[in-house]
């Protein structure tokens, strides 16, 4: 079965830091690829997403994502965080013959220090 | 701009009783999805509808069951509700247009069930 694994479940870091948060999936096929935040009391928003094309691509507000098939990952990353990218992220993964349902990673929480 | 409106932000239940929980779309989406929210377990899919009157389940269906007598409403009902039900429940909805197309959500529902 598809699964979607995120590695950090939490992050601490201080302003300007990088961040990198790891997602990997297992399936063999064609992918659309996703990743989505959740600020603190807001609904759930689409950062970016994959679907063909240039694997590295760029979202909102500084973040970007890069597929590497071989790895089967889709990480994303943003080379300085501010206070406001405190947040949960989640990653999420269909595939082209089934492609109404997506799989989930648990989420990485993000706690961005002042 | 999509928008999905949950009916309620917070709900205060008892066990035993029948729960609906209501979500309308304004976007002419095909797609809809019921997802419950809860620490270290992600999202959760319970049920989703690719049209009027079709419905599939997800991966928790048990103990809830959903309508879809219009296009833009998707409703989630608890037939019986128990405390393990307390959690936030997401609605979403999605345009079947491939899929890349990204899922919009609603604010959520924040159920307690006493």
């Known amino acids: 079965a598809q699964s979607v694994s995120q590695h950090n479940h939490h992050v601490i870091l201080s302003e300007a830091a990088s961040l990198e948060l790891g997602c990997n999936y297992s399936?063999?096929?064609?992918?659309?690829l996703f990743w989505y935040v959740q600020y603190p009391g807001q609904h759930l928003q689409l950062l970016l997403k994959?679907?063909?094309?240039d694997p590295l691509v760029k979202g909102i507000k500084g973040f970007e994502a890069e597929f590497i098939k071989s790895k089967f990952s889709f990480n994303l990353r943003k080379p300085s965080v501010q206070w406001s990218d405190t947040a949960e992220y989640f990653c999420?993964?269909?595939?082209?013959?089934?492609?109404?349902?997506?799989?989930w990673g648990l989420g990485t929480s993000l706690a961005v220090n002042p | 701009d999509v928008k999905v409106t949950q009916s309620s932000r917070y709900l205060v239940k008892r066990t035993g009783e029948k729960v609906f929980l209501e979500c309308v779309q304004d976007m002419d989406h095909e797609n809809m999805f019921w997802y419950r929210q809860d620490p270290g377990l992600g999202l959760r899919l319970i049920y989703f509808s690719y049209d009027v009157k079709m419905k599939e389940k997800g991966d928790i269906p048990e103990g809830y069951s959903v309508s879809r007598e219009k296009k833009e409403r998707f409703s989630l009902i608890l037939e019986s509700a128990s405390t393990n039900q307390t959690s936030m429940y997401l609605c979403a909805s999605t345009a079947y247009r491939g899929g890349n197309q990204p899922q919009h959500f609603g604010d959520g529902t924040r159920l307690s069930i006493l």
């Open positions: 994959y679907f063909s094309g």
């Open positions: 399936y063999g096929g064609t992918v659309n």
């Open positions: 999420a993964v269909n595939n082209a013959g089934n492609n109404r349902k997506l799989i």
